[in-house]
């Protein structure tokens, strides 16, 4: 079934979704990390905390990371849960050369290994993880069901999936301050600084159209997700979504 953000598309209406999320991921790479803490005023980071704890309490040896971009989340998950191993998949090159930057000068290269992929379609066998993340990427995707079908193939009998999107505010008053936000200043940010004025618009839309709560629960159920729940982060700016296979 397909959602309406699948048809929210940065660059041409008409044109293929993937291809263009690629290219405008490349596009912003090199200032996807600065504007992310900024446009978030940091609290992106206590999003990110908050479902490395989740996670580290189902004591997961193998984590993918998919959607990974500059890799935070699979960064975070290395240096919070001991001994673990994680692989990051994007399909931008562009992020995932920021991520390995990153990934060099913590010393992290033999516990964190990033690799270029698509999440529908994984290099990756059946049963592989005990745990999958997701941050800010299941909206991005072409097809939502594919994309989360494949998480369920990689997954191992019983591993756990942790899903950080956005889900627009529930209370109707502080909907209307935040959108002001997110719809005005910040694509005005997003432009003069990322250098692609259409990104940011896209953030914004995509977040409209992307299914959210109760919504996007069914959707993980119909993809053979069990135990599927949400927890309202920052007054539901995000939420961490969470299911069992
Ligand atoms: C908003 S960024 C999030 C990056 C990172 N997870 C974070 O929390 O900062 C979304 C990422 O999803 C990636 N992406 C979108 N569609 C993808 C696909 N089909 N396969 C793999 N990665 C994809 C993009 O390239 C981009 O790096």
New binding site residues.
């Given amino acids: 079934m397909e959602n309406k953000a699948e048809k929210v598309k940065p660059y041409d209406q008409n044109a293929g979704k993937?291809s263009q999320?690629?290219k405008m991921?490349d596009n912003i790479s090199g200032k996807?990390d600065l504007l992310?803490h900024v446009l978030t005023m940091g609290i992106d980071k206590g999003w990110?905390k908050n479902l490395i704890n989740m996670m580290a309490k189902t004591k997961p040896e193998i984590i993918l990371?998919?959607?990974?971009?500059?890799g935070?989340?699979a960064i975070l998950a290395a240096e919070s849960i001991a001994d673990v191993y994680v692989k990051g998949?994007?399909?931008?090159k562009g992020?995932l050369k920021v991520g390995k930057e990153k990934i060099n000068k913590r010393n992290l290269q033999d516990r964190v290994k990033m690799i270029h992929?698509?999440?529908?379609n994984m290099p990756f066998d059946d049963n592989s993880f005990d745990a999958i993340t997701?941050?800010?990427?299941v909206r991005?995707?072409?097809n939502l069901e594919k994309?989360l079908k494949e998480m369920n193939r990689v997954l191992k009998p019983e591993g756990s999936l942790f899903i950080?999107e956005f889900s627009r505010p529930k209370n109707a008053l502080f909907r209307y301050g935040f959108n002001i936000y997110f719809k005005y200043v910040l694509p005005f940010i997003g432009k003069v600084t990322s250098k692609d004025p259409k990104a940011y618009k896209y953030l914004f839309e995509s977040v409209q159209a992307f299914p959210a709560y109760e919504d996007f629960l069914n959707i993980l159920n119909n993809a053979g997700f069990i135990s599927n729940n949400y927890k309202i982060q920052s007054l539901g700016i995000c939420s961490i979504y969470s299911g069992k296979k």
């Fill in positions: 993937k999320i690629e991921f996807y992310n990110r990371d998919v959607a990974t971009g500059t935070d989340l998949l994007d399909i931008s992020m992929g698509d999440s529908e997701v941050a800010f990427g991005n995707f072409e994309g950080l």
